[in-house]
């Protein structure tokens, strides 16, 4: 490989060509601030507009400072990153930034994690000249169902765009107007929900400041479990578990499932369930699709659509529903743990309990922002009444347990409440990238062959790899796997299959980079990828040490068939447990 | 007999179209359409005196011509053989009708090589190009030269990118030569954008066919097959010169498929901007061409390397282009004994303000500021006494009375605090407020930043409203400490061209006229009488006979008197409209 020398800071480096500064400084353990900057390492991702100018350097022979993100080092370049020219540089435009960023840090939801508070503790700033007559940009708050757009707070740094764009290919944002007025915001400044985005929320969990942010449910779970007059159920999802702790300090990676359901009791919901039970329903439902398509294919019947496509992941459904409307009878119709569990609650459980859907009050904790805007969709009500009433994300939940003053890391660890918190190690792994479709192949495999597996674990569908195959051997029939996460990696394979270039008998997909366990919902990465792989070992360590591996051996799922659903794909079950999918091209950018 | 009857832009507001017509009309109803020829030609530059209509061969120069005066002409000039001596230039300073566009002292100063054909030719037939040795160059070049001769010579003829940045077109072409790629691209920046400016729009519209010769000529050096003319869409009749230029050359074989027979091809494309002053940044140019949003990237790497669509893409200015054609045929040598050691050949330059001759002059470089403004430009307007002059638009900076004899070239106009730019040349008076004219140039770049970079997008939103507190009379002796610190650090961290620039209004009159701006935020008192706030009207009781002119013409009722007494304004009601001013006969209303 090619190198250059460089001086930095009177420090000798060799590093590869086309090195930028920054890294090479780092190389050297000099820290240069960043603030648009943003490296997702394993998701291949590097956004450098060179836009915010905080980590300007001295470059000898060079008229102007250079920004050290984006400048390749070149051969005896001497580089300076702190001098006082340099020092005196940051602090004017740090002060210019934050002129034009509203000051209500007290109430902004971002407070305590935002980077540009933290880069303005950084540089000392402590007053900024001119304030009381500098004018402010400002823009209308966009509210859509899952996100925020409080876009007087963006500070141009572009990483929304960087992913919604580059990483997702969804096009929902782009920067718009000129100057001080430019913003980043949806073609002709519609609002999002006009927009084609899909709600996975990539854009919030990248955005430095106040800017994007999920829309709160707190205070109504609260209002809700304060009324005497509702049963309040919650149900957490898989990828929950595996990150909560880091809100509380804990190590990236670190399993605190057992704690999640004692501060959720502390809380005051009346059951703690668990999404995982759903998960389990799910790969009946969906299994018995895949075979059922499967079978008919076999015998020839042309009008089977394969491959089979996952429908759990609901940014993924507004994915498709927007830009693959020519294939919406593909995906599998069974719909996603959060719903079916919704569906459950408010039907099987009400019964047991004696009660009327409308007296419970079903909450999801979910590592995700789509799942807001899904428990909303018109065709999870029931006369108005939502399956899931509220869904609040991982970092929500944080905040919750916060609030109610409780010692998280003190916690015992206690069990899920029954019948709907019984779940497999199968249903743990849907919150990394693989699972789903690694849970289906071990029930889908049994159930076909009539063999019981000799080994659990299909490490062949495991990884952060964007796209993956895998061809599992049915008894002599092999099974075509295909896998993507992240959507740009999605459209890819469905281009393939589109096209006809792919032959899967059945693809997973999820729309976060990692799966949900690098949801929009989950604890801000600040663009350490490494942690959503930490998050990842964490599920399978779930599953390994879990009795039950196989959805199809739940005891509490077989007896929801035996007592109320009949069998997979029954009639109850088709009227409780799937859905269909709508073509939203249409509603895009008409007022 | 030629009546070449100006169709620039200016011209053409003033009828310059009908004025044509109708001597056409006039020569057909006196059966001399086989003897006099009506032309309507490219920008004369003398705009502050247009409709120009010239008569050859005796260089008769007509100005402020109106259509009616087309009997007139035809009748007297071309039947009798005597001027219309109403319509002939008066040279201010003598008092003497010129009757020779040579002796004026706009022309003779002047040295046209890139606006060559501009006034001369009609620039929508090509054969009046090739009969001025149009495509002759291109035809040496393909049949005579290689890539790198060629190169060679444009570079020794010292010539250096006119858009303002001065880089040394040769070693721009070689660059993009030596990187291999299966396609390159020749863009033409026609985005001109400086305010005032329109050096590249006259060249459009005069000589299109100049910069489509230049292009293929590039086209050749660096081994590119597709042109593009980035063109604002503001400039409709510059397309529709460029259109109709680019399919006749195509009808000659001189665009298109094995160009005089030698097997090179070069076609060229126009892409309209949409007006963004940043897409003049080569990058942001690039990018807006390309489709996305018209925003600058950081260099490197150069378009040289990764251009238009990731190919390594020559991007010139139009005045760039148009003095290629003439380096060829006359040489390197010839076109390097023209201008100073290190600018060679000429400038364009557009003349505004407060200057007798508003117009496009092009001049040797190495000539002074004062030749410019005092000779060609015919000084001050009204006997005002100069104050400044502003080269390089809104980069540039605001130079003074010790400035003006300084040789014009890149370097030494970088040297005084200001810089070449693409050739804005804005003349002051000393009623200008230097205060006002920063804020002006800053109310223009903050319209026009992109946005992209934070120095850019707030910084110079700041410096705007600081100039702004300045004119209100709210500034302090801080604020301009402020001012100059802001300055620099936008100049120091912006992304590109635009924002690195930016601030240079603001630094000049900083510079060279500190006392002004301590007047303003030190005294309350703006010393050239423009800022508004600053001043006040007030009515000489001595002076004042109560005709009670200024209260009848004050539209807010502001003042108020006993007929036939000293009358009183009331400075809480005044809007500082300045009609008292102008009503009074007795020079009783004084401004303090």
Not at chain 1, 268 to 283: E, N, P, Q, R
Not at chain 1, 481 to 491: E, K, P
Request: with cysteine; glycine share 10%.
């Amino acid at each position: 490989m090619e190198t250059v020398k460089l001086t930095i800071d009177n420090k000798q480096v060799e590093v590869p060509k086309g090195t930028t500064i920054y890294k090479a400084a780092k190389k050297l353990g000099i820290d240069i601030p960043v603030l648009c900057y943003m490296e997702l390492h394993d998701l291949g991702v590097e956004n450098k507009p060179a836009g915010c100018r905080i980590c300007v350097v001295e470059v000898e022979g060079r008229r102007n400072l250079a920004p050290s993100c984006s400048t390749a080092c070149i051969e005896g370049m001497v580089v300076k990153t702190h001098t006082t020219r340099v020092i005196n540089a940051r602090r004017t435009v740090m002060e210019l930034i934050l002129s034009d960023h509203p000051k209500d840090c007290l109430t902004c939801p971002k407070s305590g994690r935002c980077e540009l508070q933290d880069m303005a503790i950084k540089l000392g700033i402590r007053e900024i000249p001119g304030q009381e007559y500098a004018e402010m940009s400002t823009y209308r708050k966009d509210f859509s169902p899952s996100i925020i757009r409080d876009v007087d707070k963006c500070i141009m740094c572009r990483r929304c765009e960087t992913m919604c764009n580059e990483v997702q290919t969804v096009g929902a944002l782009s920067a718009v107007n000129r100057g001080f007025m430019a913003v980043v915001a949806p073609a002709f400044e519609q609002d999002l929900e006009k927009s084609p985005c899909t709600y996975c929320g990539q854009c919030v969990a990248v955005c430095p400041t106040g800017a994007l942010t999920e829309v709160d449910h707190t205070a109504k779970v609260i209002r809700a479990i304060a009324d005497p007059n509702k049963t309040v159920l919650v149900q957490t999802a898989p990828a929950v578990r595996a990150a909560l702790g880091e809100e509380f300090g804990l190590k990236p990676g670190t399993l605190v499932t057992g704690k999640m359901v004692a501060a959720l009791r502390q809380i005051g919901f009346d059951y703690i369930f668990d999404t995982d039970f759903a998960a389990d329903l799910t790969i009946m439902e969906e299994g018995t699709e895949l075979l059922d398509r499967l079978t008919r294919f076999l015998d020839g019947d042309k009008s089977v659509k394969l491959p089979i496509l996952t429908s759990c992941c609901p940014a993924w459904v507004n994915f498709f529903e927007h830009n693959f409307t020519d294939m919406l009878d593909v995906p599998s119709s069974a719909k996603s743990p959060q719903q079916m569990f919704g569906a459950i609650a408010k039907s099987y459980f009400a019964e047991k309990l004696g009660k009327k859907r409308e007296e419970l009050v079903v909450v999801s904790v979910m590592p995700c922002l789509a799942k807001k805007y899904e428990c909303q969709r018109d065709e999870f009500k029931v006369d108005g009444n939502p399956d899931v009433d509220f869904s609040i994300t991982t970092r929500e939940l944080a905040h919750l347990i916060k609030e109610f003053n409780i010692n998280f890391e003190e916690l015992p660890d206690e069990d899920f409440d029954r019948p709907l918190g019984e779940s497999t190690g199968a249903a743990v792994i849907f919150g990394a990238t693989g699972g789903v479709i690694e849970a289906a192949v071990r029930t889908a495999y049994e159930i076909y062959t009539g063999k019981s597996l000799s080994k659990i674990d299909f490490t062949e569908l495991r990884g952060m790899e964007g796209i993956r195959s895998a061809t599992i051997d049915f008894n002599g029939l092999p099974i075509n796997i295909g896998i993507a996460h992240g959507l740009g990696n999605a459209r890819k394979l469905l281009e393939e299959v589109r096209s006809g270039k792919a032959n899967f008998h059945a693809i997973e997909v999820m729309a976060c980079p990692g799966g949900c366990i690098g949801g929009g919902g989950q604890p801000l990465h600040h663009g350490d990828s490494s942690i959503i792989k930490a998050r990842m070992e964490a599920i399978y360590r779930e599953d390994a040490g879990k009795p039950i591996r196989k959805s199809h051996e739940n005891p509490y799922i077989i007896k929801l068939y035996e007592e109320f659903l009949g069998k997979p794909m029954s009639e109850k079950a088709h009227h409780l447990l799937h859905t269909h999918y709508f073509n939203k091209k249409k509603d895009v950018y008409i007022k | 007999m030629h009546l070449l009857v100006c169709g620039g832009t200016g011209c053409r507001a003033s009828a310059s179209d009908s004025i044509a017509e109708k001597l056409k009309a006039e020569l057909a109803a006196n059966n001399l359409q086989d003897e006099a020829q009506v032309i309507q030609t490219g920008c004369f530059g003398f705009c502050e005196k247009g409709p120009i209509v010239k008569v050859l061969p005796d260089n008769t120069f007509y100005t402020q011509v109106k259509p009616e005066d087309a009997p007139e002409i035809v009748k007297e000039h071309i039947i009798k053989g005597r001027k219309v001596e109403r319509l002939l230039y008066v040279d201010p300073a003598k008092k003497q009708k010129v009757e020779d566009s040579k002796h004026m002292g706009f022309y003779r100063k002047q040295m046209r090589i890139a606006l060559r054909n501009c006034g001369f030719i009609n620039p929508e037939n090509i054969d009046e190009y090739i009969a001025r040795d149009g495509y002759q160059a291109l035809g040496k070049v393909l049949t005579e030269l290689d890539p790198q001769q060629t190169i060679d010579i444009i570079k020794k003829s010292g010539l250096r990118g006119r858009g303002g940045g001065g880089f040394p077109t040769g070693i721009k072409w070689e660059i993009a030569s030596k990187n291999k790629a299966d396609q390159k691209y020749v863009v033409c920046n026609a985005d001109e954008g400086d305010p005032g400016a329109f050096m590249d729009r006259s060249i459009l519209e005069g000589d299109p066919h100049s910069v489509i010769e230049a292009m293929a000529i590039c086209g050749y050096c660096i081994g590119a097959s597709k042109g593009l003319v980035y063109i604002r869409a503001e400039y409709p009749l510059a397309i529709q010169r460029l259109r109709i230029a680019i399919n006749q050359a195509r009808e000659y074989g001189l665009l298109g498929n094995d160009i005089m027979g030698t097997g090179f091809n070069f076609d060229i494309n126009l892409r309209y901007g949409a007006g963004a002053f940043v897409c003049g940044e080569e990058t942001a140019l690039i990018h807006s061409m390309e489709g996305l949003r018209g925003e600058p990237t950081n260099k490197p790497p150069f378009p040289a390397e990764r251009g238009y669509m990731g190919k390594p893409t020559n991007v010139n200015n139009v005045e760039t282009f148009a003095n290629v054609p003439p380096i060829i045929l006359k040489g390197a040598d010839w076109y390097s004994s023209i201008g100073t050691e290190k600018s060679k050949g000429t400038k364009v330059f557009a003349l505004a303000g407060k200057i007798n001759n508003v117009g496009l002059i092009e001049v040797p470089m190495g000539i002074t500021l004062r030749e410019v403004i005092f000779e060609i430009g015919g000084g001050i307007k009204n006997g005002k006494k100069f104050k400044a002059v502003q080269t390089g638009g809104p980069s540039g900076g605001c130079l003074t009375e010790k400035h003006l004899d300084i040789p014009i070239d890149f370097d030494n106009l970088i040297a005084a605090g200001s810089m070449m730019g693409s050739g804005g040349m804005i003349v002051m008076d000393e009623d200008d407020c230097m205060v006002s004219v920063a804020k002006f140039y800053l109310d223009f770049t903050v319209e026009e930043s992109c946005g992209k970079c934070s120095p850019c997008r707030i910084g110079n939103k700041r410096l705007y409203e600081l100039l702004d507190r300045i004119t209100k009379g709210e500034g302090t002796l801080e604020d301009l400490d402020r001012l100059r610190n802001l300055s620099h650090v936008i100049k120091d961290t912006a992304l590109c061209g635009l924002g690195q620039t930016s601030p240079n209004p603001v630094l000049s009159t900083l510079d060279n006229f500190y006392d002004e701006y301590v007047a303003h935020v030190v005294d309350k008192k703006c010393p050239a009488g423009q800022c508004k706030s600053l001043l006040r009207y007030v009515i000489d009781p001595e002076a004042c006979v109560g005709c009670t002119a200024c209260a009848r013409n004050c539209p807010v009722n502001a003042i108020s008197g006993e007929r036939k007494k000293p009358h009183e304004i009331n400075p809480d009601i005044c809007i500082k409209c300045g009609a008292c001013y102008e009503k009074c006969k007795f020079d009783a209303i004084r401004i303090i």
